[in-house]
């Protein structure tokens, strides 16, 4: 992964004078930096869950949020190789209360697998079946596919054996299946979901199914997290004074850029310290 986006960097400065050219090196880099970020995520998740302190911090996530955080991540990744993402937009998804980095990562996990599996040229489905809403839960199941014959019947074998297991000490130690797929169900596991794989041979697909059971958002938390885009939260500080806190130069100037494009006033500090004096 270090490798491919430092190849991505090296692409686009050649790249310098076509700005599609580079924005397309800059959607790969984007790609990238998902995944790796993913990889460090498990990476502390496996810790944490090991030694006991894993935590799952509830928040409010709408559809909205699902579609930008992990559809248009997914359209992304299949669109590098020529791959065709197909779904339909949903018109039942009401406001939930998840753990929003571990949700999205069972999808980011499970997508990255099946996109790299998938050969150019085939398609990935995408769909939320048998939804109901029952004891103010969200209960549904969310379907990946692909009409690409990609698994062996010893992989198949493989991945129905992880999915099976119902045991943390199993799920860790079950051999011949890809990383990412085992830390999906570990995730799955902790939410009090399951996984499934299927293969529907009539129709040509092998399917992932995800079953989750989400609670729903309170009606006090669906007025006040009524879904905003990144646009939105910085359209409302525009006019205004911030006070950017940042030790690390290159994230610093990364944040003014972002700050004063949109109309912001920044005063910057470099530490805390810094921060205190300049309030007083």
């Not at 993913?38 to 928040?59: H, M, P, Y």
């Not at 398609?123 to 379907?143: C, G, M, T, Y």
Request: proline share 1%.
């Amino acid at each position: 992964e270090l490798n491919s986006l430092l190849g991505t960097i090296n692409l686009a400065k050649e790249k310098y004078n076509s700005p599609k050219d580079v924005l397309h090196y800059l959607g790969q880099l984007n790609n990238s930096f998902q995944a790796l970020t993913g990889i460090f995520n498990n990476i502390i998740d496996i810790v944490q869950i090991e030694t006991g302190a894993f935590d799952l911090k509830q928040d409010s996530y709408s559809y909205e949020d699902f579609v930008k955080l992990v559809l248009e991540n997914t359209s992304s990744m299949c669109m590098d190789k020529k791959i065709m993402l197909r779904y339909k937009r949903e018109e039942f998804f009401p406001l939930l209360m998840v753990d929003q980095q571990r949700f999205n990562q069972i999808f980011y996990n499970l997508t990255y697998f099946l996109v790299n599996a998938t050969s150019s040229g085939k398609e990935i489905f995408f769909s939320i079946e048998d939804k109901q809403v029952r004891n103010n839960l969200f209960i549904a199941n969310f379907v990946f596919s692909t009409n690409d014959n990609i698994f062996s019947d010893e992989q198949i074998k493989s991945l129905q054996t992880l999915f099976e297991k119902e045991n943390l000490r199993e799920i860790y130690n079950c051999d011949g299946v890809n990383l990412v797929l085992i830390i999906a169900k570990l995730y799955v596991f902790m939410l009090n979901g399951k996984i499934k794989f299927l293969q529907d041979k009539k129709a040509g697909l092998s399917k992932f199914v995800i079953s989750l059971s989400v609670p729903l958002a309170k009606k006090s938390t669906q007025i006040k997290s009524e879904p905003k885009n990144y646009e939105d939260s910085f359209a409302s500080l525009a006019g205004k004074k911030v006070l950017l806190v940042e030790d690390n130069y290159l994230n610093r100037e990364i944040c003014l850029r972002q700050l004063e494009s949109k109309g912001i006033e920044v005063v910057q500090a470099v530490d805390g310290q810094e921060a205190v004096n300049i309030f007083k």
